[in-house]
């Protein structure tokens, strides 16, 4: 109960670079620089890349609202996840999964300036 109580809404967790980590958050995750190789990133709000070059690799991101990020997977094959409620905006994806709340999609090969939302979903079944 005391934990529970003690819990803050409307917050930001800011960094510039993550690897092997779990961040946990009642608001939004905000990347400002290099990107994440290797985390599991959750958010009650966003998750947001914020530099044109930061990369995202092999994690896992679930947002409550939107994930924004740049360049999602690597050519080395290792998974990334993208799991939001609402919408995913990358700038480019190698490769992964895009989970909009129940619809998901297995990318194989690149795509660009691309948004995944449940309209996205929908119109391609």
Known sequence: MRVALS???KVQININQGQKSI???NGDILIRKEGVIQCDLYSAGNIIFY???SVCRG???EAGDTI???YVGGMTGVRTSLKAAK???VK???EGRVIIDRYSTDIFEPVEEKTFDRNS???AE
């Open 7 to 9: 819990q803050e809404s």
């Open 23 to 25: 961040l946990k958050s």
């Open 51 to 53: 530099l044109d070059n």
């Open 59 to 61: 994690s896992k991101l």
């Open 68 to 70: 924004s990020a740049m």
């Open 87 to 89: 919408k995913v905006m």
């Open 92 to 94: 480019k994806m190698f």
């Open 121 to 123: 979903f929908k119109q």
